[in-house]
């Protein structure tokens, strides 16, 4: 440990002491590399939004001398379950940063360190990460010097929204559930995923959920008895979360070249939505999206329909000012992937997710096996994006 690093010093975040430091210090971590085009997050004034959502939930900064602050990390604890039976008390690493010049010091995995103890102590037995696939540094981190084992790797899937609506097809009923029903389907539906979060009426519930939502083939409509358990033989479901309320998002570093490009072809789609052109959305300035999960389809006719609900959503986001993008995150075998629409140079970018057993449990546990890779499927709680 360097010297530097031993006048370091992890505490518990208070607004009044840190707010402040906090926010200029994580606008130092924005740059991106020269020359390229560069994703800001704006948390809209409260470091706390993205883990506000969860019942514990902590944020740690780093301060070093007499209190400057140079690095922040954020954890949160939820119960997820797997098939029903097995409970595993989960944290979630996120927003990890560390100030450009303190870098390389040892910052980012003594605050680590802090935060799995904070996890210990609520009762976690284990913690996981998401990062991009092409952040090595995030990845060697996590990987290499505190221990954790890549278990996932998902696909993002972005789909802009137009000035134009979607067209729905006449033979396509979409209805939106109750949280109740959503939660009770969502159970048996993804009974056998991975991260399947066990509070999930509670975040049905939330006010940033926008609404569940199945679409079925009309004909089917009134045969559907949920009281009664019978389902449609063919049904797409999902879910909509509004990241809007959480934080907003901005392309930076690009040409002015490219800004008139991508004004053209607004400007363009409006004039002209019988066309249908591919306008590309106002990124340049803060902006927010919708946020898809709990995405599942059945039947022969499924794919037909998820695209459907997609195009439903989208048209919801259509009126709603401000919204630019909807967004879903998949893992790379789950059947839903080939029916969400999206475009293919926004949806290259890929996640890791990478788990940490906190406490060695045994590998005969009841929950040792509750994050191997078993099924194509995996369930992403909306609070995590």
Known sequence: MSLKTALVVVREYDEE?????????EKLCEVGQRGKPSLVIDLMGDPLCRIRHFP????????????????VIRGCIKIVTKGGSVDVKLAYVLGLRVSPPHRRLGIGTKLIEHLEEWCKQKGANYAYMATDCTNEASINLFTKKCGYSKARTLTILVQPVHAHYKPMSSSIAVVQLPPRLAGTMYKHMFANSEFYPKDIELILSNKLNLGTFMAIPKKYLAKWDPKRGIVPP??????????????????????TV????????????????CLRLPSFPNVFRPFGLYFLYGLHMEGK????LMRALCGFVHNMARDDSGCVAIVAEVAQWDPVRDFVPHWRQFSLAQDIWCVKNLHHIPHNSASSDCFMSSSPVIFVDPRDF
């Open 56 to 71: 514990l939930h902590v944020m740690l900064v780093a301060e070093y001398g007499e209190g400057q602050v140079v690095g």
């Open 258 to 273: 490219a800004h008139l490009c991508c004004l053209v072809t607004r400007l363009l789609d409006q004039w002209m939505p």
């Open 17 to 25: 002491r840190h707010k402040v430091a906090v926010e200029k210090m």
């Open 301 to 304: 006719s499924g794919g037909r």
């Open 234 to 255: 063919s049904l797409a479901i999902l879910s909509v979360w509004n990241t809007k309320q959480v934080f907003k998002l901005e392309v930076k570093g690009v040409s």
